[in-house]
């Protein structure tokens, strides 16, 4: 494997960490998920915003604490993500 390659995707002590074990906010924003979108009616935006919330700060701890630059790498693009459907979002409310 290219020495690049596993620096990037390979943690301080030399463990490839592309995929972890879900951790808990992952693991709320799934069910928070399916709860918005099997739900109707007052608690749907309620269970969106919960759900928005629960990805932002999975995303923000892998930026800031992932354990490889992959992970880190990988916070960043679900922020950018997350930040490119909202505003995407409230543009076409605004129509």
């Not at 596993?6 to 709860?35: E, H, K, M, Y």
């Not at 629960?54 to 992959?70: V, Y």
């Given at each position: ?17 592309v ?11 799934s ?9 109707a ?5 309620f ?14 701890r ?26 995407h ?7």
């Amino acid at each position: 494997m290219n020495s690049a390659l596993r620096r990037f995707i390979t943690d301080a002590r030399g463990r490839v960490v592309v995929a972890q074990p879900p951790n808990g906010s992952i693991l709320a924003w799934s069910a928070l998920a399916v709860a918005a979108r099997t739900s109707a009616g007052p608690a749907k935006p309620f269970l969106r915003t919960a759900r928005n919330a629960a990805l932002a700060w999975w995303a923000g701890r892998e930026l800031l604490d992932g354990d490889s630059p992959f992970r880190r790498v990988l916070g960043g693009a679900a922020l950018l993500a997350m930040a490119a459907t909202g505003r995407h979002r409230a543009h076409a409310r605004h129509r």
